[in-house]
């Protein structure tokens, strides 16, 4: 019984930790969100189209799923410079202090 339980709850905090958004997102995009809790889309860019420039996101994000093969860089500047935030391939991440507003595959 105790071990039904443990596994239980272990299976429902695993669930929680992912965003339902994320769940549902197309495969082989970089998609990036309004808010830190993943609700409100603002872009989704295909892997296969990125290149190695500089990619403008159309408002400010505070959360990445990066549904790709390619690590990515983002950053608070419209150019790709600066301070910037490194995500591996296959990533989920929110971050509430940092407004981000461009990105680059690193």
Excluded: K
Excluded at 14 to 31: D, E, F, I, K, M
Excluded at 100 to 106: C, I, N, Q
């Amino acid at each position: 019984m105790r071990l039904a339980a443990a596994a239980f709850a272990a299976a429902a905090v695993a669930t929680a930790a992912a965003p339902a958004s994320a769940a549902t997102g197309p495969s082989g995009t970089v998609n990036f969100y309004a808010d830190a809790w993943f609700t409100t889309q603002i872009a989704a860019y295909d892997a296969a189209t990125l290149g190695t420039g500089c990619h403008v996101l159309p408002s400010v994000a505070h959360a990445e799923w990066n549904d790709t093969n390619v690590a990515i860089e983002v950053y608070t500047t419209t150019d790709c410079t600066g301070h910037a935030l490194y995500f591996p391939a296959n990533d989920i991440h929110s971050f509430i202090r940092f407004d981000a507003r461009s990105f680059r595959v690193a």
